[in-house]
């Protein structure tokens, strides 16, 4: 299992291994995305946070990659969560305001992995039935757009319209007390 040097990124096949609970390449793939992670939190963290986001994210990364769909997604996952760290740094460091979004946010990532399935099972439950199906042929079966579309009989635009609402509802879900 080897890094792709130069490119940012992780050799897929690492990736996947860490992804399936093989704990040699989880302590590589930290060791590899560890560089990459600090090089982006030192541009985009405040310099008293840079080492606290790496150490998030990288504690993210050992915590969920084994809830990471797809392998190809790793590196554009991996910095969107090094941003969430930056910003809620930031926000504890000025005392911004927290929405009742980010507060739902942050209790969500309190959760141990079950109770989130759970959560996220009842919330997918809750959706009425055709925002239901596209999130479970989209979400859990990882058909297409195109594929959603042939199935159901719907426009491409039909079916990401209802993708969009039901994801939006299901986070309306998770965030509410």
């Given at each position: ?77 991996l910095f ?13 460091a000025t ?49 297409s757009i ?32």
């Open positions: 299992m080897t890094v792709l040097a130069g490119a940012g990124r992780c050799d897929p096949s690492l990736v996947e291994a860490a992804r399936r609970g093989d704990a040699e390449a989880l302590v590589s793939l930290i060791g590899a995305a560890q560089p990459d992670v600090r090089r982006y939190a030192a541009r985009n963290c405040r310099a008293a946070d840079i080492d606290d986001a790496v150490q998030e994210t990288l504690l993210l990364l050992y915590r969920r990659v084994g809830t990471l769909r797809a392998v190809s997604s790793f590196s554009a996952w969107a969560v090094a941003r969430r760290a930056c910003l809620r740094l930031l926000r504890r005392g911004t305001f927290q929405t009742p979004a980010d507060e739902a946010e942050a209790r969500l990532a309190l959760l141990a992995p079950e109770d989130i399935r759970i959560d996220l099972s009842r919330a997918i439950q809750s959706l009425p039935e055709h925002y239901r199906e596209v999130i479970l042929l989209r979400d859990i079966e990882e058909l195109d594929e959603i579309a042939d199935v159901l009989g719907l426009t491409r635009e039909s079916v990401k319209a209802r993708i969009h609402r039901a994801r939006l509802m299901i986070r309306e879900y998770l965030i509410r007390d």
